[in-house]
């Protein structure tokens, strides 16, 4: 491996994983990274989601604080569907052509966007139409239903390619009453690492990875993930949520230039 192409993927790798752990949306720069040194599109992408992966676990135990009641009581059925949603996105995307879930993602990304700027009125909505004070009530069982399903097109999407998939868990937890950003996020980058983990094994037994730059991707992914976990939780709530709001424009406008 050439030195110029070592220090690039690290680099890259770094920078990953600290956005990864404010806003979301890594694998948008180590993705690119991989396919800029020459590995083919799948396997760029195989080997970006086992590269992130513990930068992304080493998020999870920086936000360990912020697994309150609201938290943990959603997460058993959010890890559940998860794991069967990873596993079946992981299986389509061993099955499709290398192109095609890359024009796919500029449009699925400013959705999720665009989700989560009205994801604040939506919660509000929701607790008015059931008649419940905001952050007092469960949200009624139809409602949780509606955002489990929802829950299980996301972890097919982060088995596929889960490119901004951050910004996707984000808006669903909001859809589920979660009003906490910090709470939020530490529950995205849990849900996330555990599902990308399943697609990982997934990509392994397939042959996908490239394990030399995958190795030397992780060292920086997990740096990047602790120390950018410990920023945002310092961080304005509100300050965040725009930066969530700025990357996810951002990232979109990247991929229609580049695939469209």
Do not use: C, D
């Amino acid at each position: 491996m050439p030195f110029t192409h070592a220090l690039f993927l690290f680099l890259a790798a770094l920078v990953a994983g600290l956005l990864n752990s404010v806003a979301g949306g890594g694998s948008f720069i180590s993705f690119p990274a991989l396919l800029f040194v020459g590995v083919a599109p799948i396997a760029a992408n195989a080997t970006s989601t086992v590269a992130l992966w513990p930068g992304a676990m080493a998020s999870a135990v920086a936000y360990r604080r912020e697994f309150h009641a609201e938290a943990r009581r959603l997460l058993p059925p959010l890890l559940i569907i998860g794991v069967f949603g990873g596993l079946l996105g992981a299986h389509i995307l061993l099955r499709t052509p290398p192109t095609t879930f890359l024009r796919l993602v500029p449009w699925l990304l400013l959705g999720a966007t665009l989700l989560f700027v009205a994801s604040g009125r939506l919660t509000a909505w929701v607790h008015a139409r059931t008649g419940q004070a905001s952050g007092n009530r469960r949200i009624p069982p139809v409602w949780v239903a509606a955002g489990l399903l929802l829950e299980f097109m996301i972890s097919i999407y982060i088995g596929y390619f889960g490119a901004g998939v951050g910004i996707l868990v984000l808006a669903l937890l909001a859809f589920l009453g979660m009003e906490n950003i910090h709470a939020m996020n530490a529950v995205k980058t849990l849900l996330v690492s555990i599902v990308n983990a399943v697609a990982a094994i997934a990509f392994i037994v397939a042959h996908q990875i490239v394990w030399i730059y995958a190795l030397l991707m992780v060292f920086g992914a997990a740096l990047g993930g602790y120390s950018g976990a410990f920023f945002a939780q310092k961080a304005n709530p509100r300050y965040v949520r725009w930066l969530v709001i700025a990357v996810g424009f951002g990232m979109s406008l990247y991929f229609f230039i580049r695939y469209h």
